[in-house]
């Protein structure tokens, strides 16, 4: 067992919630779902994997797709046809925004006749399906009912693709400035009144000319039923913002080493730290292999190109004795392309490295993912990606871990990893 | 594509992380390189716009980057101010902080206001011709459509008003397919795939816009023919390593590491090709499908734009 293991490991047995953020097109949503395998496969207890959007092959995967937010078992079947026995259960279960809304009005609502009218308003129908800032506080929602039910021993949550990444961290709290906002008061303030609320008027001389006054009427009547649920909203905002700073809940942070996902990903950490949220563990996705900043293999890669044409009539001479003609310059050019193409990979394989460098401090949790051509399509290619983040596979490590000095270990061995034959 | 920059509003989108911005601002550059006053708006002011061009913030008002080149973001409080100036002629100047994020506020519950300040300004910059040629860097495959539909969206939800009777003279722009077009880029690989693919259809289903191509962006270059890559599998072979190996005095792992990168690159770029099969089928023969190198060189900054614009030059 690796020392990242048993990090990992820690940090499950004390966590009860885990939220998986970054840039999007990293593999964030399959990142957390294979986490998640990963603790269910090899450490035990009842883990709950909650999509936002997955690709469709990694819902099928699931067993998940077009069931609304019900969680469903991972069968253990599915386990032991990729060959794993599985320490504990699996749940997956995906995000219905507008079910989720829904689902808050009628708490929310005084009494039936009430959610009723807010759920057929055009203008709730809006927001619930279409505003994206909404979709995070959601999100976050879902998880604190899930954690409050208490059916689960682990909660790994994938975070929908936001503009900005702070806009998830600080949902909860802006849904609360939402009903204490002045704006709120004045939309719904009986109409007479605003003709003599100096302050509003500005605004309402705006929106009445640009907007029309019909549409202003729609906004008040829909925020006066929402302020119904004024109170119910703000509590419940406020307990979910505890969740998230709760010492039971973890950040995840996912990211590629390319320049511009990297970039993001150093804001998200700083905003975390900012925001005093704990980041149990970075994950650095499709990374290129260590050998490629190997000093030896430039090495050979040089003497390659240099040696090219020597090699050329010597290899083609055995391929031919072999009953394989072929011309030497046909295996000249081989082998400048090899030696070429490792030239180009390295170079991108040594950045990774510095921005890995840059991105993780010394005490963070750090885990690199190898690139991985192909796709995650069943059960069993998700446990291979999360035995890599538990280090359990004897594989070479990724250029950019060595490469850091940061506190990380991982699994060594293995000679070098014959990248995803087809 | 001929007649790309025949356009006068291109909309560049995508998934999130295939490299919109670089496409966005390659696409300016190489118009204005070709002479067209151009302008290039970043709608989600993250800042990117900025980092491409290496010019430092680009503000609502915009900023000169080269002669011909304006870089700007959008931001819908001074757009909504510049809109109440000049079209809606309300006299509102001195108040407009806090009546701005109180109509921010209005926009968020009645959606389609802020995408129509967003889509309002850029028809206007192409109404009132201060360029030849605006490229936006749009939002991602989420927002995009309602962005893009938000004029003929407007319709339901306002029924009196001023923004209702702007939104005709928009749609004639955005509808017209010799003056509005899109740019869907994308990468080689599954999800990006698969939502330029989605976007296509939902693009002419749900918005005024026509596609006018897709740019396929770090396509990874071909290493081997078929009879190369005969050759290249021939070498891997550990007798065959092993000789190598012995004639040019190399250790034999790390000539072993050297000819897996090459695998490694071999593999990728056939996964990639899968995807870009899939692409060609999903978005049909008819539109125009342009190739962005992989960029092993540094992958950002001008000089970055200036070899991604050159190349697109040469598809165009």
Known sequence: VTRRHSELEQLVAAKEVIVACGPGGVGKTTTAAAIAAGVAAHLGGKVLVLTVDPARRLADALGVGGLGNRATRVPDEAFLAARVRPKGELHAAMLDMSESWDALVRRHAPDEATARQILSNPLYQNISRRFSQGHDYIAMERLFELHEEGDYDLLVVDTPPSRNALDLLDAPARMQEFFSSRLLRWVTVPYRSRLVNMASRPFYQVADRVLGSQLLQDLADFFILLQTMRDGFVARAAAVDRLLRDARTTFLLVTTLEAVPGREAAEMKAALAERRLHLGLLVCNKVLPESLIDPGAARAADRLAEASAQLGPGIAARLASGGDEVASAVVSRVVEEVAHSFANFRLVANREAELLRELSAAHDVTVTIPYQPGHVTDLASLLTMGSRVFGDEAEEEPAARRASGSRRTGARGGGPRRAGAP | ?316
């Open chain 2, 1 to 316: 594509v001929t007649g790309l920059f025949d356009r006068r509003l291109l909309f560049v989108t995508g998934k999130g992380g295939v490299g919109k911005t670089t496409v966005a601002a390659a696409l300016g550059l190489l118009a204005a390189e070709q002479g067209k006053r151009t302008l290039v708006c970043e709608v989600e002011p993250k800042g990117d716009l900025s980092v491409a061009y290496d010019c430092g913030p680009t503000p609502f008002r915009g900023r000169a980057v080269t002669e011909r080149l304006t870089a700007m973001s959008m931001d819908t409080e001074a757009s909504l101010r510049e809109y109440l100036r000049l079209i809606a002629r309300v006299p509102v100047v001195g108040r407009i902080g806090p009546v701005a994020s109180a109509f921010d506020f209005v926009a968020t519950a009645a959606p389609g206001i802020r995408e129509i300040l967003t889509v309002g300004k850029l028809c206007y910059e192409v109404r009132e011709r201060h360029y030849d040629l605006v490229v936006v860097d749009a939002s991602a495959t989420g927002q995009v459509i309602g962005q893009l539909a938000a004029p003929i969206g407007i319709n339901e939800l306002v029924r009196v008003g001023i923004v209702r009777s702007q939104t005709s003279w928009m749609l004639e722009i955005l509808r017209d397919p010799a003056v509005t077009g899109a740019v869907i880029a994308t990468t080689p690989e599954e999800m990006p795939v698969t939502e330029a693919v989605d976007l296509a259809g939902r693009l002419s289903a749900e918005t005024p816009v026509n596609l006018a191509c897709v740019v396929a962006n770090r396509v990874l270059p071909e290493l081997f023919g078929n009879r190369e890559e005969q050759v290249f599998e021939a070498l891997l072979e550990p007798a065959l390593m092993k000789e190598v190996a012995a004639e040019l005095r190399l250790d034999e792992a790390a000539l072993g590491a050297v000819l897996q990168a090459a695998r490694l690159a071999v593999t990728i770029r056939r996964d990639g090709a899968s995807h870009l099969e899939r692409l060609r089928e999903g978005i049909g023969e008819q539109v125009p499908l342009l190739y962005v190198p992989y960029l092993f060189g540094r992958a950002h900054g001008l000089r970055a734009i200036r070899q991604v614009a050159r190349l697109l030059g040469e598809e165009l």
